[in-house]
């Protein structure tokens, strides 16, 4: 008998179309599934399905059944489903409810119920599985992403769920991170539904996939089957992403930013800098690569005036305009069409025109927090590219989107070369298009790497 | 120390600040409060302890001009101004502008000290009733640095694209995409605590080690530091 079965779902949340759409599945106890498919194709809501917070918690319009471990979710909430289903969302901030890590872990033990004295023993069990033992008394805020994730995670675990629920859980994380969180799951001793965009590392944990567009199942096959689909019928989502010739078409131009030993530090920690020199030319890519806490956020951020160095040289010629991580998060207007002018001095012609080129024209006049995660952060490119500066920084435009946005945000900063800008790129994504690739942490720069 | 009779002699420390109205006194509790302050992480207490302090010289030299008291020395006569009034400054004016400071640096440097220095996982735990409303106010006290770090990043992102925040009126644009930003982190943690299991009955909790003596004479102090301030300062 299967774990859990989905049958004939379809919802919608309140006001918006079906955002799944007569999806039927089931999952068999133990398996390892991968969840793929672009942003918006309805892969949070079935995982929300799976956890019955759809409709329990979100509302909205909901046919047909899911049953988890005998559990009907329409009969079901959220939670009287937790023990059973155990969720890991994207970002680790939105989910931590204690301050101490110990106690994180203890919180959804002691919300089931469980035993007093089995409480520290499970915690600590939990924390070792995902190598996090260490991290017992530390204090949430003080983590590193990867780290709070690990949390999140074994705090799920602790619950020994029987279907564990993972909502893109590294995209909030280096290449370093996200493998050593993807190798706990692995080891998870339940059915994991695994929903992903780093393609390449979840097939390979991964027993089966599902794929998902446009709120229907598009895909469902083992994973050695799903590779050769998706290599033939969807190449970005089967590694074999195609790659663009980052040759220049043009001569490099003039430098448009120049750092001469530049040194920096926050407060009065450790230097986070320590005489790093850069040059970015005009209608040129440079890559900024290096592990969480190289110092790649805090060169941009110099790089485009938001940040003065202790010490060093800073020129820069022109225009600077810097994209944050998440951007999404950081709109500031009521609109759309405001938030883009805001960085033209309220010049609503540029901006209507910028909409347009990124696709978000029917967005004009509606809140920019009304936009789905992937409208927003080309909001946010639209934001920063309107005013056309000379150098434009970008800081991890790759992380959580999917393969076919990506490569769409790989042929425009292609284009924004061409056009004579100077791009610079803190990344951990090799796959992104540049024309040199400089590694932080290490003194070595390495010539173009694509 | 346990967290509720850290949490009870904190609050018994502010209470005294309102009661007391000795300038020794107030100054005294607050080089301590900031002593107890400073032992938090650097980069965590900053802006609590400037906040604190800044907040009240602001009520020591904004207010004396602000009102007249009638007694005292005069010391200085300025103009009269529309609505204000004459202003002025007295000796008297000062007195009670540094009390008046120095209460308010009190029951704000006592807050600091809640929120740096106790552990309020603890103290959610350790509450035998309303269990719910003590986990909503610790987590109300930690999104305070979280509504800063997200004030930081919309500010850093609107001066991305090239434009200067000018003053308060500049700042005050980010004031609502804060409130929606953390209206929307709010819906991301209820979500992600029913998924948890968070209202379904029968909650169990951590055992947590036994109040030490030290816990009881916090009690104690508590007492003590209210009544002797109510009664003598």
């Known amino acids: ?450 | 120390m346990s967290p509720g009779p850290a949490t009870a002699l904190l609050a018994a420390v502010a209470t005294a600040g309102f009661l007391i109205d000795r300038i020794w006194a107030l100054a005294a509790m607050t080089l301590i409060l900031i002593v107890v302050c400073v032992r938090a992480p650097v980069e965590r207490r900053f802006i609590y302890i400037s906040g604190a302090l800044f907040s009240a010289l602001g009520v020591i030299v904004i207010s004396p001009l602000t009102w007249s008291s009638g007694g005292g020395t005069l010391l200085w006569e300025g103009p009269t101004l529309p609505v204000i009034g004459p202003i002025d400054l007295s000796t008297d004016e000062i007195q009670i502008a540094v009390v008046n400071g120095l209460r308010l640096a009190v029951v704000a440097l006592a807050f600091s000290a809640y929120t740096l220095r106790v552990d309020h996982d603890r103290l959610v735990s350790a509450a035998g009733f309303a269990r719910r409303s003590a986990l909503a106010i610790a987590l109300a006290t930690r999104l305070v640095p979280t509504l800063e770090r997200d004030a930081a990043g919309l500010s850093e992102a609107v001066r991305g694209r090239g434009v200067e925040l000018h003053g308060a009126r500049g700042y005050a644009t980010l004031l609502s995409p804060l409130v929606a930003g953390s209206l929307e982190r709010a819906t991301g943690l209820a979500e992600a605590m029913e998924a948890r299991g968070f209202g379904r009955g029968g909650a169990t909790r951590a055992p947590r080690p036994p109040w030490a003596s030290v816990d009881y004479v916090a009690l104690g102090a508590a007492v003590v530091l209210v009544g002797v301030a109510a009664r003598w300062l």
């Not at chain 1, 780290?147 to 909030?172: G, I, Y």
């Not at chain 1, 120049?258 to 800098?273: I, M, N, Q, T, W």
């Open chain 1, 1 to 450: 008998m299967a774990l859990a079965s989905v049958t004939e779902l379809s919802f919608a949340y309140p006001g918006s179309i079906p955002a799944v759409r007569d999806v039927s599945l089931e999952l068999e106890a133990g398996e390892v599934v991968a969840l793929l498919g672009p942003s918006g194709s309805g892969k949070s809501t079935l995982l929300r399905a799976l956890a019955g917070l759809v409709p329990h918690f979100h509302g909205g319009t909901f046919s047909g059944s899911v049953v988890v471990a005998g559990l009907d979710t329409r009969t079901h909430g959220p939670a009287a489903l937790a023990g059973t289903v155990a969720s890991v969302f994207q970002d680790p901030e939105d989910q931590i409810v204690m301050t101490r890590v110990e106690n994180e872990v203890a919180f959804g033990l002691e919300n089931l119920g469980v035993p007093p004295e089995q409480i520290w023993p499970l915690t600590r069990a939990a924390l070792a599985q995902v190598g996090a033992g260490h991290l017992a008394e530390r204090r949430t805020v003080e983590l590193s992403g990867g780290e709070l994730q690990r949390v999140c995670l074994a705090s799920a675990l602790a619950l020994e769920p029987q279907l564990l629920l993972l909502d893109e859980p590294t995209s909030q994380l280096d290449a370093e991170g996200a493998d050593a969180f993807l190798s706990h799951v692995a080891r998870a001793e339940c059915a994991v539904v695994l929903s992903e965009q780093r393609v390449d590392r979840v097939l390979a944990i991964a027993d089966r996939v599902i794929m998902m567009e446009e709120g229907r199942v598009v895909l469902d096959a083992p994973v050695a089957e799903a590779r050769v689909w998706l290599s033939t019928r969807r190449p970005r989502y089967g590694g074999g992403l195609v790659k663009v010739d980052p040759s220049p078409s043009v001569p490099l131009g003039l430098p448009v930013v120049s750092l001469d030993d530049v040194r920096f530090a926050y407060g009065s920690g450790p230097e986070v800098l320590g005489g790093t020199s850069l040059v970015v030319h005009r209608g040129e890519i440079v890559a900024l690569e290096g592990l969480n806490g190289s110092g790649k956020t805090t060169l941009a951020k110099i790089a485009a005036g938001l940040l003065q160095p202790a010490s060093g040289f800073v020129s820069r010629e022109g225009r600077a305009t810097y994209l944050s991580q998440d951007p999404g998060r950081h709109l500031v207007c009521e609109t759309a069409l405001d938030e883009v002018a805001l960085g033209v001095n309220g010049d609503q012609m540029r901006a209507a025109a910028a909409l347009e080129r990124f696709g978000l024209s029917f967005a004009t006049c509606r809140h920019p927090r009304d936009l789905s995660s992937g409208e927003r952060e080309r909001l946010g490119i639209a934001a920063v590219s309107v005013s056309e500066p000379d150098l434009l920084v970008l800081d991890e435009p790759t992380r959580g989107i999917d393969p076919d946005r990506k490569a769409a945000l790989s042929t425009w900063l292609l284009e924004q070369a061409e056009s004579g800008r100077g791009i610079l790129v803190a990344t951990h994504d090799p796959l992104l298009p540049a024309h040199r690739r400089v590694r932080l942490g290490q003194p070595l720069e390495v010539p173009v790497a694509v």
